[in-house]
């Protein structure tokens, strides 16, 4: 992938970076942490579902903050054997817009040094203090027909479904399911009907929850056992 890939900043007096391409933050202007362990992390019911090789997967690598928020969870559930974080990312960001981004969650910068160190040498499978992480480089619409996993618990965090349409398409949900372990679920910060309904046609039971700071409601699922 070329380098004119790389995603393109703006930050915030606070320390969010936003992104040029799509004029939208890339996590909660209150705390972006805090918003995933409620959305994507309890969203998901972890870290209680975490056991050997439960799959992580995500649409939307961007700082890196939810897998080193996984890898938190993870650790305080007792590190489980061969956990995996697996994340989709078409505008993959420079190592220093990771790292000026991260200073704003110590409690997270903390352990990324590994992870900085290998996405600045340009690798994108690697190991954080035990989790295996593979970003997937790419447009996730090509990409996840392609991949061959099946992921426990999806985090659907594309940009705001106005601005990132192509995150949250109805041929992308239906991936998503196709890609579901037995059991699994999604979680997002997204309450959008169009996504809700793509979600629901793609095998989810969908719900809707009680969203972080500001906003309502979020959604979250699981996968209605399929017919043999
Ligand atoms: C809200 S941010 C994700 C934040 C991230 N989860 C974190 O922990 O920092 C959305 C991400 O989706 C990526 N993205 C947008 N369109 C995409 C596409 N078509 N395929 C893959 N990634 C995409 C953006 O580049 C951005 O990094």
Redesign the pocket.
């Known amino acids: 992938m070329g380098q004119d890939q790389t995603?393109k900043l703006e930050w915030k007096e606070s320390g969010v970076p936003v992104?040029t391409r799509?004029d939208?933050p890339?996590?909660s202007l209150e705390n972006g942490l805090d918003e995933?362990r409620h959305v994507f992390l309890a969203g998901n019911d972890l870290p209680a579902r975490f056991r050997p090789g439960f799959h992580v997967a995500?649409?939307?690598?961007?700082?890196?903050?939810?897998?080193l928020a996984t890898l938190m969870a993870w650790q305080a559930a007792g590190a489980p054997e061969g956990v995996r974080f697996t994340?989709?990312?078409?505008?993959p960001?420079s190592v220093a817009d990771v790292s000026r981004a991260l200073e704003a969650f110590p409690e997270a910068r903390a352990l990324a040094d590994p992870f900085l160190d290998a996405w600045g040498a340009g690798r994108r499978l690697f190991d954080v203090h035990g989790l295996s992480v593979e970003v997937v480089e790419?447009?996730?619409?090509k990409e996840l027909g392609r991949w061959t996993g099946h992921a426990d618990a999806w985090?659907l965090?594309?940009?705001s479904p106005a601005k990132?349409p192509?995150?949250w398409g109805e041929d992308l949900m239906t991936e998503i399911g196709h890609h579901t372990a037995p059991n699994g679920t999604f979680a997002t910060y997204t309450a959008a009907g169009f996504v809700r309904r793509a979600l629901d046609a793609a095998g989810f039971d969908v719900e809707r929850s009680p969203g972080y700071g500001r906003k309502r409601h979020m959604s979250r699922g699981i996968l209605r056992p399929r017919e043999i």
Do not use: I, K, P, V
């Open positions: 995603a992104a799509f939208d890339y996590f995933t995500e649409l939307g690598f961007g700082t890196g903050l939810n897998m994340s989709f990312e078409a505008f960001m790419g447009d996730a619409r985090f965090d594309g940009f990132n192509e995150l």
